[in-house]
Structures are given as structure tokens and as C-alpha cells.
């Protein structure tokens, strides 16, 4: 499917629920422009559920990342990111930090987040799976549409042709 989120917007926002995020999350995976059904997941300095959802195969799903913000240390490095790519995920978006963001530019996936940190999270096994998550304006919802590209993100309850 090829989109711009600009005309998806002029296309779709008075006939369809459309939530657009604020720019808060800076591009750092290969493609700029995915999209995908999402896939919540709500943790704080932590990656162990991280982890483990990325190593699920799928076809065509974005993961959401609500890390609470957190400056203090990475979600996603490397690794996860080309565990991610292994498994079919399109994209992930992190309301948190990164790392390896050079390594990270050159993987076939679109990753989304609010800064770099060269410090790895913790690995305690907290967080919840498939919950409704808020961060930049929008409530993401397990199944709910994701669509990015470099002018930003909307989210839709239904998919966008």
C-alpha cells in the first residue's frame, strides 16, 4: 500500500475517526514511511515483554511502546530491532528512548521514539500487554490502524485504503 499520512488526512478526516499524533517521536529505523495493526505494550525501563512480543511472527502489526517517557535508559537496541525485522513487524514506536541509533538506520523497519540513550533497560519482567496506551495526543489500541510517514502518525479505528 502506498500513503502519505497528508493525504489521509485530506481523504479521510471528516468520514473516518482519525487521531493524529503531536511530533514528539524523532525516525530512526530504515523506512520512514510504515504501517500496520497495533500491538500495545505498557512498561517502565524494562524490555523483557519487549523481547518477547518481537519474537512473535506476524504479518503487517506495529508495536507500541508506552515506556512512560523515560529518558533513563533504552527499550530498543540493535538486537530487538532486527529480532523485530526477523519476525514480519513493520514498525515500532517507542514513548521512550533508543540505542545503537546507527546500527538502527540501516534495518528495514520503522522505529519511532523520543530520544537515544546508550544505557540498556532492565530486565525485571514487568509491563502489560494490549492495553489501551496514551502518549502524544493519541490512544492507541490493540488492532487499531497505524499509519507513518516523515509529516507524522495517525492512528484510525479502521483501515485506510
Known sequence: MTFTTASLCDHYSGSHYL???????????????????????KTFEDNVLVR??????????????????????ALIDHELAT???NNGWQGILVYGCI????????????????????LQSH????????LLVSFAGVN??????????????IVSDTMLS
Open 19 to 41: 487521531q493524529i499524533a503531536e511530533p514528539l517521536l524523532a525516525c530512526y529505523g530504515a523506512n520512514a514511511t510504515f504501517s500496520g495493526i497495533i500491538t500495545t505494550i
Open 52 to 73: 518477547a512480543t518481537l519474537a512473535e511472527s506476524v504479518q503487517n502489526r506495529v508495536l507500541v511502546i508506552d515506556g512512560g517517557g523515560s529518558h533513563r535508559c
Open 83 to 85: 529480532l523485530a525485522v
Open 99 to 118: 540505542r545503537q541509533s546507527a546500527l538502527l538506520a540501516n534495518l528495514p523497519i520503522g522505529i519511532r521514539a523520543l530520544h537515544t540513550h546508550p
Open 123 to 130: 530486565q525485571k519482567g514487568t509491563g502489560d500487554r494490549d
Open 140 to 153: 492507541f489500541k490493540k488492532d487499531n490502524f497505524l499509519y507513518a510517514d516523515m509529516d507524522g502518525i
